[in-house]
């Protein structure tokens, strides 16, 4: 069965870091590339961060550059997003999500395979 789950959310000040941690289980981590997305209330969902497992290329959405860093530990099965610089527009529900093979846009939700439940951020000003 193939699990994906979210944890590390909570509620920080304005300024703060937290991390988020995403497990992975049920398929062949070394294949897929993994995925961060978040949706605030009212919003639609939407990228954050994307790692390669296989050779661990990154990319981020300017809005989190600089301040977010994404990583993973293949011998865990386990990918990690660091944030930094927590503003009040971060907050939002943070998924993980798998997707096998490439894609045309890293950031397409429909790209994706597998979803986890989401873990919540509440970042305070």
């Known amino acids: 069965e193939v699990q994906l789950v979210e944890s590390g959310g909570g509620l920080v000040q304005a300024g703060g870091s937290l991390r988020l941690s995403c497990a992975a289980s049920g398929f062949t981590f070394d294949d897929y590339a993994i995925g961060w997305f978040r949706q605030a209330p009212g919003k639609e969902r939407e990228g954050v961060s994307c790692?390669?497992?296989?050779?661990?290329?990154?990319i981020y959405a300017d809005s989190v550059k600089g301040r977010f860093t994404i990583s993973s530990d293949n011998a865990k099965n386990t990918v990690y997003l660091q944030m930094n610089s927590l503003k009040p527009e971060d907050t939002a529900v943070y998924f993980c999500?798998?997707?096998?093979?490439?894609?045309?846009?890293?950031?397409?939700?429909?790209?994706?395979?597998?979803w986890g439940q989401g873990t919540q951020l509440i970042v305070s000003s």
């Open positions: 999500a798998a997707r096998g093979g490439t894609a045309q846009e890293w950031d397409d939700i429909y790209e994706y395979d597998y």
């Open positions: 790692i390669s497992s296989s050779d661990g290329n990154t």
